[in-house]
T-cell receptor
């Protein structure tokens, strides 16, 4: 079956521009996670969605970062006024739900901020 | 704050040798995951360990979990070049919410 998909696979942007990253979770998975992987910080949690509950935004590094999940499926991570330190690989993962926590990861979006 | 530490961070070994990667974590958890990442690729789930004493094996890799010691190990038996990758352990706890906290990764290079 189809796994988690993300788009674009690569994004190069100029400092100060806004970017949107998209994640399509595995069909039927109610939980969706965003992580960031960077050289300096390793793998960091950003935000978590579970069903229709309010998202857990505790990992978002600043108010320039936001995410939404429409219809309990596709999610978009938005970074406003990008900075060079935002350069990283953004990984999306999904799982069946709160108690079945094995997370399956997408291929990631490599963001480069010039 | 949950901390997860892996060691070694880098491991170069000869084919045919055995070695163990260690993953220590700082708070109570009975859910630990091992992932593999090839260069430029995403994370591939290897093992899910859900209870104290859990042991799982797949091919030349075996993972175990000791929740009392807050330690998981990933043992490599008779390494082959195809095992070259970066391996991450990750922990989640109810106290930490629903996210995974990852170790720093162990970059494994297996030389012929």
């Amino acid at each position: 079956g189809a796994g988690v998909s993300q788009s674009p696979s690569n994004k190069v942007t100029e400092k100060g521009k806004d970017v949107e990253l998209r994640c399509d979770p595995i069909s039927g998975h109610t939980a969706l996670y965003w992580y960031r992987q960077s050289l300096g910080q390793g793998l960091e949690f950003l935000i978590y969605f579970q069903g229709n509950s309010a998202p857990d935004k505790s990992g978002l590094p600043s108010d320039r970062f936001s995410a939404e999940r429409t219809g309990g499926s596709v999610s978009t991570l938005t970074i406003q006024r990008t900075q060079q330190e935002d350069s990283a690989v953004y990984l999306c993962a999904s799982s069946l739900g709160y108690r079945k926590k094995e997370q399956f990861f997408g291929p990631g979006t490599r963001l480069t901020v010039l | 704050e949950l901390k997860v530490e892996q060691n070694p961070l880098f491991l170069s070994m000869q084919e045919g040798k055995n070695y163990t990667i260690y993953c220590n974590y700082s708070t109570t958890s009975d859910r630990l995951y091992w992932y593999r990442q090839d260069p430029g690729k995403s994370l591939e789930s290897l093992f899910v360990l859900l209870s104290n004493g859990a042991v799982k094996q797949e091919g030349r890799l075996m993972a175990s979990l000791d929740t009392k010691a807050r330690l998981s190990t990933l043992h490599i038996t008779a390494a082959v070049h195809d095992l070259s990758a970066t391996y991450f352990c990750a922990v989640d706890t109810d106290n930490a919410g629903n996210m995974l906290t990852f170790g720093g990764g162990t970059r494994l290079m297996v030389k012929p």
